[in-house]
């Protein structure tokens, strides 16, 4: 069972800048075979919860969301077994609950995530991002 732990949430006035991190715990990293691909969501109050950029622990480019593209980069950090976003120029249009996502991938091959939040088995809590002018 993998667990997932958002931190780094807060309040930012508008042009700031954020990392969210997310602890991934319950599984083993890629050089031991497990293969997963993950994700940060972001899901404003009364919209639906989407992709915002993805990588695969196996290799290859990470991929972002149009929208967010150029404000936002996807990190992973493999010996702390942590997953980052860092989000940069920040608008009040950002306000949103951030959530860090996770589903395995059975295959070695690389390609692109799913960007299909039904596709992704685990999630964490979310954490809040308040943008204000």
């Known amino acids: 069972q993998v667990q997932l732990v958002e931190s780094g949430g807060g309040s930012v006035q508008v042009g700031g800048s954020l990392t969210l991190a997310c602890a991934v715990s319950?599984?083993?990293?890629?050089?031991?075979?497990?293969?997963?691909?993950m994700a940060w969501f972001r899901q404003a109050p009364g919209e639906e919860r989407d992709v915002i950029a993805s990588?695969?622990?196996?290799?290859?480019?990470?991929d972002y969301a149009t929208t967010m593209r150029g404000r936002v980069t996807i990190s992973q950090d493999h010996a702390k077994k942590t997953l980052y976003l860092q989000m940069v120029n920040l608008k009040p249009e950002h306000t949103a609950m951030y959530y860090c996502?996770?589903?395995?991938?059975?295959?070695?091959?690389?390609?692109?995530?799913?960007?299909?939040?039904?596709?992704?088995?685990?999630w964490g809590q979310g954490t809040q991002v308040t943008v204000s002018s």
């Open positions: 996502a996770a589903y395995q991938r059975f295959s070695s091959d690389i390609y692109p995530c799913s960007a299909v939040r039904s596709t992704y088995k685990y």
């Open positions: 319950g599984h083993s990293d890629s050089d031991t075979g497990d293969r997963y691909c």
């Open positions: 990588i695969f622990n196996g290799g290859g480019n990470p």
